[in-house]
């Protein structure tokens, strides 16, 4: 038997027991560690919900950020309603669109300054119009497009705005004479207090592409030639005579005069415009959408004349009716005119 004592070595070293975790600030507040006189009796810090201690700090009130201002473009634009009122005081008339500027050249009505978008100074498009201006004497400003949306207020132009001179209205007797030079049966229109640009626009277009000889409109209570008038007309306007008169029952009984047989188109009216022979000088008159023509002006035509209808909608639009009414009459010319060659081959 060894006198050797077993050493620490040769016994197994227990294992630690273990240990429930503590709380971070379990040495402060949960341990036993007596207290000191300096702090004993003390209430710990943090705040008491129950019998738990939170010692999270109360919440710090969030101040309001204030916004910060930006800074101001280098270059800065009126607003729209001050830059429109300044325009209109130094020139009221526009046209947009390239094919309405386009028109006012060929038809060499003054031009007094042109804007354009300053992508389309070197489009081949724009080429020869800005060329052409340029030999006119006409001021070429480019702009950007929130300048010309500031001109054009809110009109669709297109990337090209043009101030031209006010429209130069023909004089009655001056629209007699041309129409009567032009055709041995030539077809006027005249529109009674059409108030929509848009449709009056559309009047003129249809008129000069189908060939008559011009327009007559009344000063008071009637859209005149405007910008948005020109647009919609698509240059129709700077090749097709527009009579401006004071009374529009007078300048009828005036037409009258001149041999031409008045027509006035109502949807109330018995005869359909295809029973009609339109064999003479010929006005075409239409009225406003809703209230049609007056009585002064149904008084002075020779016959009212109706578009038949099958389908349910009661009317047409100003500008539809008058583009259908102006077909039928010249369609009666073409046909007269073939039926004409026809019998001259048979000879």
Sequence with gaps: MSDRRPSSADSPRPRPSK?????RNARR???????????????????????????????????PIKPIKSAKPAHSYPDTEIASRNFQSESPDLIY??????????????????????????DGRFLALINQAKANGVVIDEADPRRLN????????????????????WD???????????????????????????????????????????????????????????????????????????????????????????????AEASHSIHTVQF???????????????????????DSLVSIPLAGKTPSLNASVATGMALYEIYRQQWAGRINLNTLQKAK
């Design 97 to 122: 669109g390239r094919h309405s500027i386009e028109a006012a050249l060929e038809n060499k009505r003054p031009l007094n300054r042109l804007w354009i978008n300053s992508r389309y100074r070197y």
């Design 172 to 266: 009655l007797d001056a629209l007699i004479t041309h129409a009567k030079t032009q055709s041995h049966r030539p077809v006027l229109l005249a529109a009674d207090s059409i108030t929509d640009p848009h449709n009056l626009g559309a009047i003129i277009r249809s008129a000069e592409a189908l060939g008559a000889q011009g327009l007559v409109i009344p000063q008071r209570r009637a859209a005149g030639v405007t910008s948005t008038v020109t647009k919609v007309a698509a240059g129709a306007v700077e090749h097709f005579p527009i009579a401006r008169v004071v009374n529009l029952r007078r300048a009828l009984e005036a037409l009258k005069a001149e041999n031409f047989w008045i027509y006035g188109l109502s």
């Design 279 to 301: 064999t003479d000088a010929t006005v075409l008159v239409v009225g406003a959408e809703g209230d049609g023509l007056s009585m002064g002006v149904q008084q002075s035509c």
């Design 19 to 23: 240990v429930r975790p503590q709380r």
């Design 150 to 169: 500031q001109i054009a207020q809110g009109q669709n132009h297109q990337g090209i705005i043009a101030q031209v001179a006010a429209y130069d209205y």
């Design 29 to 63: 507040f949960g341990s036993d560690r007596p207290q000191s006189k300096r702090t004993s009796g003390r209430k710990p810090s943090g705040t008491y919900k129950g019998d738990r201690v939170s010692t999270s700090k109360p919440a710090r009130p969030v101040k």
